[in-house]
């Protein structure tokens, strides 16, 4: 049998020309497209992963955040806890004080007004044994008793002590103006003369004087220069039998106090 090599060489060149177009037309598409595939599955897989770890990340975030939020939710209930308790105890505490105060007011004011009324009777006492010894005095010596409260006070100008006569006369001759002699009655002017003999014996000078009344010494005399002063009133007796009767009256209050 005859080889026919025309075919068989056309047939070799069909076959490789066909081999080409396979692989120009339809293999290298394919493997392109395999390709391309295969690169988008793996961009999507490594989206899909990038996007899995960014949830874990969130999901980490989320959990720290929960803690955190737990962590300082504990805090401040802690602290709103104590907080209560210390503004509990401060409204306690400055009702306590309040309360204390109040009695402490309310002491004070009664503690006043015992002081006020002690001291308006004290003061009608006063004027009442004022006009009991006016009257006994002028009963008695049938002098008035402004004259002899100047007697008494132009004796113990007699009777002062050198360091205070010293003292008083010195205050009395640099005062620039006219001593002061206060009185609680309008001094007669045979008082008057009488003291300012006194004075200007006393001190061996002229002594310049000016008179003023003041009834609130409850009878008494009193002179005053250059800070010094002289003076003699009732109410001095009366403030030493009023520390007395005082004294007395606290006495039996005392006893049962240490009694108990």
């Known amino acids: 049998m005859l080889i026919d090599w025309f075919t068989v060489i056309a047939q070799m060149l069909n076959f490789l020309i066909l081999v080409w177009l396979l692989k120009r037309f339809l293999y290298q598409p394919i493997l ?3 390709d391309t595939r295969e690169k988008g599955i793996a961009s999507k897989l490594a989206d899909a ?23 300082q939710r504990d805090a401040m209930m802690a602290k709103a806890g104590t907080d209560a308790k ?31 009324q002690a001291v308006a009777i004290r003061r ?3 004027d009442q044994v004022f006009a009991i010894t ?36 010195e205050a009395l001759k640099a005062s620039p ?13 045979e008082q008057k003369a009488a003291i300012q003999n006194a004075l200007n014996e006393t001190f061996s000078a002229v002594i310049r004087v000016r008179y003023e009344m003041n009834a609130d010494m409850v009878s008494g005399i009193e002179l005053t220069a250059q800070g010094q002063k002289l003076s003699w ?8 039998f009023d520390r007395s009767l005082a004294e007395a009256l606290t006495q039996p209050a005392k006893s049962d106090t240490e009694a108990k």
């Not at 960014?54 to 962590?71: G, L, M, V, Y």
């Not at 509990?88 to 007011?105: G, M, P, T, V």
């Not at 103006?177 to 002017?189: K, M, V, Y």
């Open 177 to 189: 103006e006219a001593s002061l002699i206060r009185s609680a009655f309008n001094l007669p002017d």
């Open 134 to 169: 006016r009257k006994t005095l002028s009963d008695l010596a049938t002098v008035s008793l402004e004259e002899r409260v100047g007697e008494v006070f132009t004796r113990r100008l007699q009777l002062m002590s050198a360091k205070d006569k010293n003292e008083m006369g």
């Open 86 to 116: 210390a503004e509990h105890d401060r409204l306690i505490e400055a009702a306590h004080k309040q309360a204390d105060d109040n009695r402490a007011s309310e002491a004070t004011a009664l503690k006043d007004d015992q002081a006020h």
């Open 49 to 71: 992963e990038a996007k899995v770890s960014d949830a874990q990340k969130q999901q980490a975030d989320f959990e720290a955040k929960n803690k955190t939020f737990d962590e």
């Open 32 to 34: 392109t497209a395999i």
């Open 124 to 126: 009608m006492a006063q």
């Open 233 to 240: 009133s009732i109410s001095s007796y009366l403030d030493s």
